[in-house]
């Protein structure tokens, strides 16, 4: 069985600059969630899908973070425009359905560098 | 406020030896707790996990205690393995709430050969 995929593993970008990152789940896992782990910290959730409707994103800075799942399959996050404090791994992971007893699977991240 | 904490940011163990690595929450309402292992350049993978109406779950050399009255959940590793060399993270949630973990910031395990 694959794994969750994520892309690019690494970016480096200037503040002020946009950036994508992309996440395709584990097939036929229906909850996606986006983490951000910044050094030295553990992962914080970002924002949790459920097929391609949003459960929980209280954490997402909305004015300057977006996310998607058309169709409830893969993810887009979109951070426009990036500051120096989101330097950051940025992680996907998956879950078959809702619930604490439902083990996440989680990709490689996303490292984002901001200048 | 971290609600979620391990204290000790790493510890080095001998091989063969036991390694325990320790957790402590302040939101009482947790009531489902993990550990996750991450190597470098890769995502977290689950170790195991309790509920609280246990206080002990183990699985092969991996044990975690909870002790709900102290708030407080330990990991012992028996024996430690070089390959267990890694990052362990504690995660606690409210079940009814779903899976919205709070993680702790992580000890980084050493196996000494």
């Known amino acids: 069985e694959a794994g969750v995929a994520q892309s690019p593993r690494y970016k480096i970008i200037e503040k002020r600059q946009s950036v994508a990152f992309w996440c395709n789940p584990i097939?036929?896992?229906?909850?996606l969630y986006w983490y951000q782990q910044i050094l030295g910290q553990g992962p914080k959730l970002l924002i949790q899908?459920?097929?391609?409707?949003?459960?929980?994103d209280s954490q997402l800075p909305k004015d300057r973070f977006s996310a998607e799942r058309l169709k409830g399959v893969d993810s887009t996050l979109k951070i426009q425009p990036a500051k120096l404090e989101d330097s950051a791994v940025y992680l996907c992971?998956?879950?078959?359905?809702?619930?604490?007893?439902?083990?996440?699977?989680f990709g490689p991240g996303t490292r984002l560098t901001v200048t | 406020d971290q609600q979620v904490k391990q204290n000790s940011p790493s510890l080095s163990v001998q091989e063969g030896r036991i390694s325990i690595l320790n957790c402590d929450y302040t939101?009482?309402?947790?009531?489902?707790f993990l550990w996750y292992k991450k190597y470098p350049a890769e995502g977290p993978t689950f170790l195991i996990s309790?509920?609280?109406?246990?206080d002990k779950n183990e699985d092969g050399r991996f044990t975690v205690f909870l002790n709900k009255s102290a708030k407080h959940l330990s990991l012992h590793i028996v024996p430690s393995q070089p390959g267990d060399s890694a990052v362990y993270f504690c995660?606690?949630?409210?079940?009814?709430?779903?899976?919205?973990?709070?993680f702790g910031p992580g000890t980084r395990l050493s196996v000494l050969p």
């Open positions: 939101n009482s309402m947790f009531d489902y």
């Open positions: 995660a606690a949630s409210v079940e009814n709430y779903g899976q919205n973990f709070v």
């Open positions: 899908f459920q097929n391609n409707g949003v459960v929980d």
């Open positions: 097939s036929g896992h229906a909850t």
């Open positions: 992971a998956s879950s078959l359905v809702h619930g604490s007893s439902y083990e996440q699977y």
């Open positions: 309790i509920s609280s109406i246990k």
